[in-house]
């Protein structure tokens, strides 16, 4: 079975810059995450979607993260301007949809931004 | 609010010697509870998770975790470690409600092996 898939593994760019990250899930899994892991911290929830449509976007700076998982597949996290504090790991994550089933980690996009 | 305390940052132990990373939660009712492993530069892998039951729980690579609801702990074990068990290990609650379930995680252990 595949696992979660991410890209790039690691960006750097230049603050007020954008930038753009691509998760494909887990085939079938109707539930996706975006975290972020900013360094000498755990992970922390950006945005939780649920095939197609978001059910938790509560901690996603939306001034400039957006995020979207169009026809309830793939997902992408943008964020336009770019700042310092934004340096992180990006991780994407899925499961299937019903009951607390083990989410699926990728490997994480790696955002450093100078 | 739902939280999840790891008070060890940075942990070193000899090779095989016995292992236990400390985890606490807050959850006001009974609590999924997770045990995850991040290698350097790597996702996360889960290693074990308790549910409900038995509240000793084995998990992958010879781990398993303790759930003691008096204490509001969920520990994890290794009775003998591996060079290639070092790692960073986090502990995470899940947080669920109607749609939302979220993974909420500790700040995570970093375990180094002395040969």
């Known amino acids: 079975e595949a696992g979660v898939a991410q890209s790039p593994r690691y960006k750097i760019i230049e603050k007020r810059q954008s930038v753009a990250f691509w998760c494909n899930p887990i085939?079938?899994?109707?539930?996706l995450y975006w975290y972020q892991q900013i360094l000498g911290q755990g992970p922390k929830l950006l945005i939780q979607?649920?095939?197609?449509?978001?059910?938790?976007d509560s901690q996603l700076p939306k001034d400039r993260f957006s995020a979207e998982r169009l026809k309830g597949v793939d997902s992408t996290l943008k964020i336009q301007p770019a700042k310092l504090e934004d340096s992180a790991v990006y991780l994407c994550?899925?499961?299937?949809?019903?009951?607390?089933?083990?989410?699926?980690f990728g490997q994480g996009t790696r955002l450093t931004v100078v | 609010a739902q939280s999840v305390t790891q008070p060890d940052i940075h942990i070193t132990v000899s090779e095989g010697a016995s292992l236990e990373l400390r985890c606490n939660y807050s959850?006001?009712?009974?609590?999924?509870l997770f045990w995850y492993v991040q290698s350097p530069g790597q996702g996360l892998q889960l290693l074990l998770k308790?549910?409900?039951?038995?509240?000793l729980v084995q998990g992958i690579k010879g781990f398993e975790a303790e759930f003691k609801r008096s204490q509001s702990s969920f520990n994890l074990r290794k009775p003998s470690v591996h060079w290639s068990d070092a790692a960073e290990y986090f502990c995470?609650?899940?947080?669920?409600?109607?749609?939302?379930?979220?993974?909420?995680f500790g700040t995570g252990t970093l375990l180094a092996v002395q040969p």
């Open positions: 308790y549910f409900s039951g038995d509240t």
């Open positions: 959850y006001g009712a009974t609590p999924y």
């Open positions: 995470a609650v899940g947080s669920y409600g109607g749609a939302t379930n979220k993974l909420i």
């Open positions: 979607f649920q095939n197609n449509g978001v059910v938790d």
């Open positions: 085939s079938g899994h109707a539930t």
């Open positions: 994550a899925s499961r299937t949809g019903t009951g607390f089933t083990e989410a699926f």
